[in-house]
């Protein structure tokens, strides 16, 4: 079950706890030295992606699979 704790401008300890998870920072909530909870930020889905959204704007060469010129090859010689 997932619970929503509203944030109430009064609360000085949670906004200072919230400004460090907005932060990317990850806060280990403690009772008695021992760790009870762990608070991380939310991660923001990354955008859907659209198939075809690049179509005209990458080229693939002709020579794409030609195999490497002997000068680049030696470089990489053990």
């Not at 760790?35 to 959204?53: D, E, H, L, T, Y």
């Amino acid at each position: 079950m997932t619970v929503q704790l509203p944030v109430r401008e009064k609360d000085e300890y949670l906004r200072k706890l919230l400004n460090l998870i907005s932060n990317g920072e990850e806060v280990i909530i403690t009772e008695n030295d021992k760790p009870i909870a762990r608070v991380v930020p939310i991660k923001n889905k990354p955008a859907r992606r659209i198939p075809g959204s690049a179509k005209g704007k990458i080229i693939i060469h002709p020579d794409f699979n030609a195999p490497l010129p002997d000068e680049i090859l030696d470089d990489f010689e053990s």
